[in-house]
């Protein structure tokens, strides 16, 4: 999801509760907040000596212990004027892709994409998956991108 569709969806959703699934049945505390807003870029070269460029935004999410038994999570409106208020500092780049960046003591912090939005009448329920890694030199490695997930770039030595 790109971070200009994010904004979008809060727009369209004023004044719901936001929650952030991040596992199977693990939601981030209702005593999160927005703390940081990032506009990150990617300068990478991979194994078989390809660069690569590209830009991402996060959204660094963090629970503030000193509100541990909090049950009213964060609305719409109040992501969107934290937005609002980084966009004037810093523009956001709104044509990258949106992830959020979470952890706590019982998940190890990730930076995690959005796979779907679940929208009712009073909540929105943004469901986040982990990506896992992957060779990006399948070509010069001769890894069948089936396997990719078992097998690992570096064990060619042709591509190391």
Request: aromatic fraction near 8%; charged fraction near 25%; hydrophobic fraction near 35%.
């Amino acid at each position: 999801m790109k971070t200009i569709e994010w904004i979008s969806v809060l727009e369209q959703n004023p004044d719901k509760a936001l929650l952030f699934k991040y596992a199977p049945n693990k939601f981030v505390g209702a005593n999160y907040h927005l703390t940081e807003v990032k506009n990150v870029q990617f300068d990478t070269t991979d194994c078989g000596g390809k660069t690569n460029f590209w830009e991402e935004t996060h959204f660094q999410l963090w629970e503030n212990p000193k509100e541990k038994g909090k049950t009213k999570f964060m609305t719409t409106n109040k992501i969107l004027s934290i937005l609002k208020r980084v966009d004037r500092i810093k523009p956001l780049k709104q044509e990258t892709a949106l992830k959020i960046e979470y952890g706590n003591d019982h998940f190890s912090t990730s930076v995690m994409p959005i796979e779907n939005i679940k929208i009712s009448h009073d909540q929105i329920v943004v469901h986040l998956f982990a990506e896992a890694t992957r060779c990006k030199a399948n070509d010069q490695c001769g890894i069948d991108e089936q396997i990719e997930e078992v097998a690992t770039c570096c064990s060619d030595i042709n591509c190391c």
